[in-house]
């Protein structure tokens, strides 16, 4: 028994965790080429911003619409399809920059239709690993799909992307294309039946997309565990990106960094979050996940009152690299839980709801960062932080008990209600 417990991630999930690593270089690789490729069009900053506010606007659109494709289609087929529609996009996007005919209202059509599929891509990808990866090794499975993205998109992605841009404009998205095109070949190389029907065919689902989308909600909000850890991801999401906003003027004002010193305070984290994904199932294990979810919160206000209090360069890179580590460790939790805790059929609304809840998080923190920054000093959004970081930990830290937590690990998945609401 041991041993079989101790046995490794099989050939499947090599084929998925190859996929998934490729496609986040690539993703990497678009973010760090596009606005590179808008400022050498113009330099209004509006329009400039307006890449990264097409790149987000997907995930407020077809999050929860997404989720409702991943439970009703094959999620295998379903990633190969939106890996070859990005291949064109990106072909199209790379031709038209060769031969000098493209423009910016381009780049933010391709953008608008990469990212669209980046939603439902990830929250499929994230559907199918229950049953790809036995339940207990669910935790080790995360941590390496965390380890390969956070490495590929977080530390080779932003230097490869300007080398390949410096050498040609369209070298990064041709890149992003071929990245695509194989993590298509990979995911089709992923033996099994990947559709919801398959694994619970008790479920009853509603007719109407509207309803589906209900349906999701409606069991995550009456689900004690996740619901917290869905808002909780949220609220801290807001606080989180506030802070990164303005960290480039803090960078520069209080610990008189350079650009290369701001970019290595982002090499800090994206350090101690491949460490917390490589050590992840390890160190849940030794800590227990109630303990990895509740120190994480204390490490998280930690990280709010250095960037507000210290002038030392040190303290605050060490700073960013425990929450890196603790970011992986949290994402390990949070999937294992959510993957372990929702019926299969209900695996992709789930997800795609968390991602929705995350992502605006990210565009109502990006906001709020530069408003209060410039309200009421640069050290503003770190203190208010510190406060909500501190709130939620002490309100939450009673629902992520030992007992409920590790009911989560012990028992299957619920089947969906016969009387599914229809929305």
């Known amino acids: 028994m041991k041993r079989d417990r101790d046995a490794g991630l099989g050939t499947r999930f090599a084929r998925l965790w190859a996929a998934s690593t490729l496609s986040a270089l690539g993703s990497g690789l678009a973010t760090v080429a596009a606005p590179l490729f808008v400022a050498s069009r113009t330099n209004d900053p509006l ?4 890449a990264s506010a097409v790149a987000w606007l997907p995930w407020l659109l077809f999050a929860l619409p997404g989720g409702v494709l991943v439970d009703r289609m094959d999620r295998r087929r379903l990633m190969i399809v939106i890996d070859l529609v990005r291949v064109l996009a990106l ?3 790379a031709a038209a920059i060769m031969t000098g005919t493209a423009g910016v209202l381009l780049l933010y059509a391709v953008l608008f239709v990469v990212n669209t599929g980046e939603i439902v891509f990830r929250a499929a990808s994230q559907a199918m690993l229950p049953t790809v990866v036995p339940r207990h090794r669910l935790a080790r499975a995360n941590g390496w799909l965390g380890g390969g993205t956070t490495l590929m998109h977080g530390m080779l992605a932003g230097p490869l992307g300007g080398f390949l ?6 070298s990064p998205f041709l890149v992003n294309a071929v990245t695509y095109a194989l993590s298509a070949v990979l995911v089709a190389l992923v033996g099994g039946d990947f559709r919801a029907a398959a694994t619970d065919v008790s479920a009853r689902r509603p007719r109407s997309m509207r309803g589906e989308i209900v349906e999701g909600l409606r069991w995550l909000a009456h689900h004690r565990l996740l619901r917290t850890m869905a808002v909780l991801i949220g609220l801290l999401n807001v606080t ?3 802070a990164l906003a303005v960290l480039v003027l803090l960078a520069d004002e209080r610990l008189r960094l350079g650009s290369v010193g701001y970019g290595l305070l982002f090499t800090c984290m994206a350090c101690g979050g491949v460490l ?6 390890r160190l849940i294990a030794w800590s227990g996940a109630t303990w990895t979810i509740r120190v994480g919160l204390l490490i998280e206000a930690g990280l709010h009152l250095a960037l507000a209090a210290s002038r030392s360069t040190v303290v ?3 700073a960013l690299f425990a929450f890196g580590v603790h970011s992986a460790l949290w994402n390990i ?3 294992s839980l959510r993957q372990r805790l929702t019926p299969p059929a209900l695996q992709g609304r789930v997800a795609s709801t968390t991602l929705f809840v995350a992502a605006g998080g990210n565009c109502v923190g990006a906001l709020l960062g530069g408003l209060l920054a410039a309200r009421f000093g640069i050290t503003a959004p770190y203190w208010v932080g510190l406060v909500v970081a501190i709130g939620v930990s002490a309100a939450t830290w009673r629902v992520f008990t030992r007992a409920a937590v590790a009911r989560a690990y012990a028992d299957p998945p619920p089947a969906v209600p016969e009387t599914a609401p229809t929305g």
């Open 316 to 318: 605050v890179g060490f």
């Open 333 to 335: 939790v949070a999937n």
């Open 276 to 281: 917390g994904a490589l050590l992840g199932d």
């Open 165 to 170: 841009f410096a050498l040609a404009a369209s």
């Open 240 to 242: 989180l990106t506030a």
């Open 47 to 50: 329009v400039v911003a307006a």
């Open 91 to 93: 072909a199209v996007l």
